[in-house]
């Protein structure tokens, strides 16, 4: 399978790269910056050059053509102000739905964010976020040409993976750490039976493969 990712470079991306790339697939990360390519290629992942701030559809849509599957997982970063998380969180995820759209690529994942919500209240740049996430989500969502999963994580730590998670259309609130996040994303990949289903993710108990069986089930 080949699949390409936005957000190439970014924590959760880069875990996934490893363990794609590592049971085969060909793996194609999306980055901004050159210096950030060799971290790509050590993780096994191709890296494909190009700003998604400034890029057209079509752009996006000639490095996404013959691919299976795509993945967004950029984002803006905690430390960016309300100005990208307009242009990043929310663009971004619309353009590269829209090009993988023209790319006639049907699989498509968007990591968003637990709370995430186009009608989320509050001036704060962790607000702006959570209605970039929710708008972002809402247009995907609104794409009959995609067959497309929302993962909303919880709060994302470094801990160490368990491979043991709960995956609801509601968990509640609670830790995951992005190890997990990445082993969910491949598991969902190979699931398309989990298309049509907006998901939260947390630590838990239950293994992810059966996890991710058990959504695609219901």
Known sequence: MRIVIAGGHGQIALRLERLLAGRGDEVAGIIRKPEQADDLREAGAEPVL??????????????LRGADAAV???GAGP??????????????????ADAAVRAGVR??????????????QGDEVFDVYLRAKGEADAYVQGLDALDWTVLRPGSLTDDKGTGLVRLEARTGRGPV???DVAR???E?????A??????????????VSVAVKSVAGN
């Open 50 to 63: 190009l700003d998604l701030e400034s890029a057209s559809v079509e752009e996006v849509a000639e490095r």
């Open 72 to 74: 967004f997982a950029a």
């Open 79 to 96: 430390n960016s102000g309300v100005a990208r998380k307009d242009t990043v969180d929310k663009g971004a995820a619309v353009l590269f």
């Open 107 to 120: 699989r498509f994942l968007i990591v968003s964010s637990m709370g995430a919500d186009p009608g989320h």
């Open 177 to 179: 750490p992005r190890d």
């Open 184 to 186: 969910v994303l491949a």
């Open 188 to 192: 969902l990949l190979d699931t398309p």
């Open 194 to 207: 989990t298309a049509g289903l907006t998901l939260e993710l947390i630590s838990g108990s239950t293994p």
